[in-house]
């Protein structure tokens, strides 16, 4: 990364907005004007149902860009609520603009970085549809391990996963008893360990092959363009 390129990312994380959980950033629905860097914390975007439920879409990590699926409306398709207590920087879409027309590596960096993102939720809207509970459950948890690996290490098998029953429930389709039930069989299983909300995977390997995982966190590079100096 470029010098310029760097000092426009800094620029993009000038201000922050701390927020405790359960705050909400962006209404469905409604004008989106901001994007928001992820500083610190996690966050999850949803989309209401008809029946009054809930499908949590995507969680949203430290380094991500949330707000980027409102781009393409007046009104945001979802809603960003915060997970736990966390720091976002929030930019305007005009700040955006100047990456296309200043940076284009980086802005094609972003668009590979969201078509990841995209292919990692249409995994997952194979599995809701396709797999039984527990396959759903273990591809949930891979996901978040394989994206947690970029920022602790590509070892780490050790995370704190601050999501209830619930929230993984409305990420997987599935309700909060059948959710603690399949937890609970993986444990027994030795394929993974928990304690509260901090869980070791045992058996990786197993795990993602359970699932049928493909790890969509590592993005091809070598055909972005190059740097302007």
């Known amino acids: 990364m470029t010098k310029a390129e760097q000092d426009m990312l800094d620029r993009l994380e000038a201000q922050?907005?701390?927020?405790?959980?359960?705050?909400?950033?962006?209404?469905?629905?409604?004008?989106?004007?901001?994007?928001?860097?992820?500083?610190?914390?996690?966050?999850?975007?949803?989309?209401?149902?008809?029946?009054?439920?809930?499908?949590?879409?995507?969680?949203?990590?430290?380094?991500?860009i949330v707000g980027l699926s409102a781009l393409a409306f007046d009104d945001s398709p979802e809603t960003v609520t915060t997970l736990t207590d966390a720091t976002i920087c929030p930019f305007d879409r005009e700040r955006l603009?100047?990456?296309?027309?200043?940076?284009?590596?980086?802005?094609?960096?972003?668009?590979?970085?969201?078509?990841?993102?995209?292919?990692?939720?249409?995994?997952?809207?194979?599995?809701?549809?396709?797999?039984?509970?527990?396959?759903?459950?273990?591809?949930?948890?891979?996901?978040?391990?394989?994206?947690?690996?970029?920022?602790?290490?590509?070892?780490?098998?050790?995370?704190?996963?601050?999501?209830?029953?619930?929230?993984?429930?409305?990420?997987?389709?599935?309700?909060?008893v059948h959710v603690n039930r399949m937890i609970r069989n993986l444990v027994e299983d030795g394929i993974i360990d928990r304690s509260g909300n901090s869980f070791r995977l045992l058996d990786r390997k197993r795990l993602e092959g359970e699932a049928n995982f493909t790890d969509r966190s590592k993005i091809g590079t070598s055909w972005l363009p190059p740097a302007r100096n």
């Open 16 to 64: 922050q907005r701390h927020c405790r959980r359960d705050a909400v950033v962006i209404s469905e629905g409604e004008p989106a004007r901001e994007l928001y860097i992820v500083q610190k914390g996690w966050l999850q975007s949803s989309v209401l149902l008809g029946n009054g439920g809930r499908q949590i879409m995507r969680i949203n990590l430290p380094g991500d």
């Open 97 to 176: 603009a100047l990456l296309f027309s200043e940076h284009p590596r980086l802005m094609a960096l972003v668009f590979a970085l969201n078509v990841a993102e995209r292919s990692q939720l249409a995994d997952r809207l194979a599995s809701i549809g396709r797999t039984s509970a527990r396959a759903r459950v273990a591809s949930l948890m891979c996901e978040i391990f394989s994206r947690l690996r970029l920022v602790n290490g590509p070892t780490s098998d050790v995370a704190h996963i601050p999501l209830t029953q619930e929230e993984i429930g409305d990420a997987t389709g599935l309700t909060a």
